[in-house]
């Protein structure tokens, strides 16, 4: 077992900020040298844009840096809480092996049925189910039979059950697992007092449930709107 180091960075010796403020355009220059977005990625993407909830779909680096980690990964067992139209979706099942699955849930059908018809496009209909149904009640459920057979999660659904989503991601994760987790910036909000709404309130106590969690190793990543990674560590 790894010993347990202290977590919290002394107050005595803070680190220097390098981390880069990206401006629209340092923006325009990350997507121009490092997105490669497929042709149904950027259809599914030209469609989205047409909903007045467009900013709930991921972008496009984000999406390509989970493609990646599903790449380097190689599960063959994956689970996504929230699909909203399926980028996130479609980005993870373009990096699948043939052996490999996805069981996606969103709790409306009208997103799913725009996944579903560029999941069949790019022909992965084999490898990726998709569910509507309560994620919370899904998850409850699968952990009853299923409990830590995944490889890799994505979690990128309602902020109220975000904390539900965490304990039972962890328990449906096999050692060695790894989840993902969207939004756990909030748009800067986690850093700003004036902020103190439910939801920003459930993201916080999530990011220091995993900050103070021994049982992984994780990492905050300044990337689209927060993405945090955890890996389930071997007892």
Known sequence: M????PKQVSEDNPPVNRTVQVDDGLYRYLIEHSV???EVLEALRR???QYHMARMALSPE???FLGLLIALQ?????????????YSTLSMGL????DASLLAFDKK?????????YIDQAGLSDRITTRCCDAKAALEALVQEQAGTFDFMF??????????????????????????????LWWGNVANEEFDDKDTRIVRALNDLIHQDSEVDSSLLTIGDGLTIVHKRSR
């Open 109 to 117: 059908q009208m997103w799913l049925d725009i996944a579903n018809k």
């Open 155 to 184: 979690v990128d659904a309602d902020k109220g059950n975000l904390l539900a989503y965490y304990d039972l991601g962890k328990t449906l994760l096999r050692e060695g697992g790894c989840m993902v987790i969207d939004n756990t």
């Open 36 to 38: 490669n977005e497929p």
């Open 2 to 5: 790894l010993p347990n180091f």
């Open 74 to 86: 190689q599960p063959k067992k994956v689970l996504e809480v929230g699909v909203f139209t399926g």
């Open 95 to 98: 990096k699948l092996s043939q």
């Open 47 to 49: 469609e989205t844009a």
């Open 62 to 64: 984000v999406g390509q």
